[in-house]
């Protein structure tokens, strides 16, 4: 019989032994080494068998085996150190508490997160970012507080079937067995929220809590009691069901999560978020919740409210393809927002504008969740400098009359947790040869006081751990696919510890190219055995449940990866995820990323190799377009400009061929007379001390903060103080500058360059240009607005590029009542150079001129570069 219910009974420790639930609660245990030795210390046996989870070890874990460990001074004395350690690292102020005006709380919104693998509520990178988000976070004392959603069965399991096709299913998850615990009201009922849905229903989520070391996050969770109709289900899986339930979930992650950090705040003291930060659009609705509650409990307008909330929020974007954006039909959004699920301050229309695709080459049937993330937050990025920059040319259509570079999204490279993801033999084997505490402060100081000996040791440790781990995964995968254990013996030679290791691992959507590699198959056989220096391929991936281009893609991969004569060389490891990464990004010499430019956003798993000492091989895409230097790997050429999309793909593999051939193969097998690979040590150990420092999820964070976080909150202060007088203000000012905005003109534009010293006013590099303009205002006034000189140079169609701009100062008025403004352009480049004039909307609670969108140029243009502009300019 099956059971209807289950539930886990939770192990009543010994006193002495009381702080292990509190340690196993706090998930700094994740990436704290001393505490997962401690619970290894337990049982080594239960550890490995429960996938190393202190909350399920602790109920495993014999009666008799507890009370040993309770009468065990030595144990007991390791418990309650590791106990002090995590009090003093949860209560000792770290950097942020060094700083001023930052803000006091940020709510950090996301629809997965990766904090660990026994916590599986992620499917790829945004949420393994997210969770590095956090982790840095709490180790830098950033007070934030994350929220998401907790997924019954959280994203799939992957298998492979007898003929190599992808097997999907779906584990049931019992939150009372993860380190979790529900948020409870003062009374000790669990706490509850509720959004509306459609025909007066309500849906109730309880709230988990999960502590990421100083951070707490919230996770929604919809199947309780309460709940009918289907609504228990909405949170039942990551990225599954239809387009009506992906809403409803997107609704409970906003509405309700906003809701729900009402109520932590309230229980816990903690203060009130001053900044809300999107991790991607699908939490898109607390912008709108947010200004629900202004509307209905301060009294403002909705355009008083949107002023107020936009000031305090940030949305990251993470796709470079529109495709990747969450859309809904107007209809099916007017269905959730309509009737008598409105807000009698927030319509559906209001809504709706909210997410419309009102601009040239949108869809007006759609609901944009990333354009309605972009209308609600006053500051947006994205996550590489290359991403920032196809963000602005995605997007542009958002703000008219500004060139790409000026569209306001700027960018934050991610980073990746070190504590996470170096592998534990790393510090172990630096601390043996430099010895304790030689890490320090600045870990990657100490690589140049490694010698080269104790970096190929490290290499060839983490790459035999790696080829340990898979022949494993080798033989459990082939039993899974139904074959028996007499006819595996061949898996124990899979791999070999001393070959050339290459990795590739990533969701299998089309433009991550997982096949690439396959394009010319004699040319990579022959890599693979190529006598004197042959290559290894370690590959793991999963396809969206619904793609079944990518599940093809796999299964192509996988039968070539089965031919007899190349299966000792090439392997696929089923179910990638947190736990399959940790030794297998370290274990790989070299880290392979193929993706079309531009359409790998980041990609951070390279990141993580070369924290280990790995080598990246990689398109120049994402973080390796601007941290690749000649020295840390290798950069794929890429065909830029090749239409036909097979073209490019054998222009792209054989260029990768050649450098494995050529470069990368011969580098790792030239030896000295000591056997070390010299030249690769010595790219080895400038990518740990050059590009160590940059990669981390501690420089992201502290520049989130700086860049965006402090600058969030400075303007959320401005506009809610004195009642959101400065809101109200702004919206008023805002909806008067939009109206009168058509009656502005620049009627005549002149430019005169400086003499040359012979009576010449040629322009001249080093020169100057004297531009002025006549403005006819309108009902605008002066202060209203900066005229602005914008200049560069002009290509074949006078666009200009590489643009910059100067203000214009106001300088009287004509006879007709024009404005005259007056300004300087440096002539500081030579070639073909061009100017116009604009005008933009100036106000100080602006982030940026282009935030409205609004833009004006000349009608007409009057150009002088003689020494007598005077009557052009008047004409």
């Known amino acids: 019989m099956r059971a209807i219910r289950r539930f886990t009974v939770r192990t009543v420790l010994p006193e002495p032994l009381a702080a292990l639930a509190e ?15 401690l619970f290894a210390a337990v049982d080594p046996g239960q550890w490995e068998a429960v996938g190393c989870d202190p909350v399920r070890l602790l109920g495993a874990v014999r009666t008799e085996r507890l009370a040993a460990l309770a009468a065990d001074g030595r144990f007991t004395a390791r418990i309650a150190d590791a106990a002090a350690n995590l009090h003093a690292y949860l209560t000792e102020p770290k950097w942020y508490q060094s700083l001023t005006d930052a803000p006091r709380s940020i709510a950090y919104f996301s629809p997965e997160y990766g904090i660990t693998a026994v916590l599986p509520q992620y499917s790829g990178g945004l949420g393994i970012l997210a969770g590095d988000h956090l982790k840095a976070a709490s180790d830098l004392g950033v007070p934030i507080i994350g929220v998401g959603l907790l997924y019954k069965h959280g994203y ?96 409970l992650l906003g509405i309700g999560g906003i809701r729900a950090v009402r109520a932590y705040c309230r229980i816990t003291g903690v203060p009130q978020p001053e900044v809300y930060h999107t991790n991607e659009g699908h939490a898109g609705f607390l912008g709108v919740e947010r200004i629900r509650e202004l509307t209905e409990e301060s009294g403002l307008d909705f355009a008083a409210a949107l002023s107020a909330v936009r000031a305090g929020t940030l949305f990251t974007t993470h796709t470079p393809v529109p495709a990747g954006i969450d859309r809904f039909s107007h209809d099916l959004v007017a269905e959730n927002f309509g009737g008598d699920n409105q807000s009698p301050a927030v319509q559906m229309e209001h809504v709706l504008g909210l997410g419309a695709e009102d601009y040239p080459g949108g869809d007006p049937g759609c609901f944009n969740m990333a354009v309605m993330g972009l209308r609600l937050a006053q500051r947006a990025n994205g996550v590489s400098v290359l991403h920032g920059a196809v963000s602005r040319e995605m997007f542009g259509g958002l703000w008219p009359g500004f060139d790409s570079p000026e569209v306001p999204i700027t960018s ?17 084997l630096v601390e043996r040869e430099l010895g304790p505490g030689a890490l320090g402060e600045d870990p990657f100081a100490a690589v140049d006081r490694l010698s080269d000996k104790a970096i190929w040791e490290i290499r060839c440790v983490l790459r035999a751990a790696l080829v340990e781990e898979a022949r494993q995964r080798v033989k459990d995968s082939w039993i899974a696919r139904g074959a028996s254990e007499a006819e595996l013996g061949w898996t124990a030679d899979v791999l070999d510890p001393d070959v050339l290791t290459i990795g590739f691992a990533r969701r299998v959507p089309s433009y991550k190219r997982l096949t690439l590699m396959l394009r010319d198959r004699e040319r990579l056989t022959s890599l693979l055995l190529d006598p004197q220096r042959p290559i290894q391929l370690v590959i793991a991936g999963k396809a969206h449940p619904a793609d079944e281009g990518g599940k093809r893609l796999i299964q192509e991969l996988v039968r070539f990866a089965d031919e007899h004569k190349v299966r000792h060389r090439i392997v696929f490891l089923p179910n990638y995820d947190m736990a399959m990464a940790q030794t297998l990004l370290p274990g790989c010499d070299v880290w392979l990323n193929n993706p079309l430019r531009p359409l790998e956003a980041c990609g951070t798993s390279g990141m993580k190799a070369a924290l280990n000492g790995g080598l990246n091989l990689s398109i120049r895409d994402g973080w390796w377009d601007e941290w690749f230097d000649g020295e840390n790997g290798w950069a794929i050429p890429t065909a830029n400009g090749v239409d036909d999309p097979d073209r490019r793909d054998e222009l792209e593999a054989s260029a990768l061929y050649e450098l494995i051939e050529a470069s990368v193969s011969r580098r790792f097998y030239d030896r000295d007379a000591a056997g070390l690979p010299t030249r690769w040590i010595e790219m080895v150990r400038h990518t740990l001390s050059t590009l160590g420092p940059k990669v981390l999820a501690s420089r992201m964070v502290r520049d989130y903060v700086r860049q965006l976080y402090i600058p969030a909150a400075a303007s959320a202060r401005a506009v809610t103080a004195d009642g959101y007088s400065g809101a109200i203000e702004l919206s008023q000012w805002a909806q008067r500058i939009k109206s009168s905005w058509p009656q502005l003109q620049i009627e005549h534009v002149d430019a005169v360059a400086d003499s040359d010293g012979n009576g010449e006013g040629a322009p001249r590099l080093g020169g100057t240009l004297h531009v002025r303009a006549l403005v006819q205002l309108g009902s605008i006034t002066a202060d209203d607005l900066e005229v602005q000189a914008v200049y560069g140079r002009v290509d074949e169609t006078d666009q200009l590029r590489d643009t910059h701009a100067v203000a214009l100062e106001r300088n009287g008025v004509d006879d007709l009542g024009r404005a005259r403004y007056e300004g300087v352009v440096e002539l500081d480049r030579s070639g073909p150079f061009g100017y116009t004039v604009r005008a933009v909307p100036k106000h100080p609670l602006l982030s940026t001129a282009a935030e409205l969108g609004l833009a004006v140029l000349p009608t007409e243009v009057t150009v002088s570069t003689s020494g007598d502009g005077e009557n052009n300019f008047m004409r």
């Open 23 to 37: 340690l196993a609660a706090n998930l700094r245990w994740s990436w704290h080494a001393p505490t997962r030795e």
């Open 156 to 251: 799939f399991r992957q298998s492979l079937s007898r003929d190599a096709w992808q097997l999907e299913t779906y584990p049931l998850i019992d939150p009372d067995n993860l380190p979790l615990t529900k948020v409870r009201e003062p009374d000790g009922t669990a706490l509850r929220v509720t959004i509306g849905l459609p025909g007066l229903r309500e849906l109730v989520a309880q709230v988990w809590l999960a502590q990421v070391g100083r951070v707490p996050l919230l996770l929604l969770d919809t199947d309780i009691e309460e709940n009918a109709d289907g609504g228990r289900e909405i949170t039942d899986r990551l990225y599954g069901g239809s387009s009506e339930h992906r809403l409803h979930q997107e609704m």
């Open 412 to 428: 934050v490279t991610n980073g990746v947790h070190a504590e996470t993801w170096v592998h534990p033999a790393v510090f172990e």
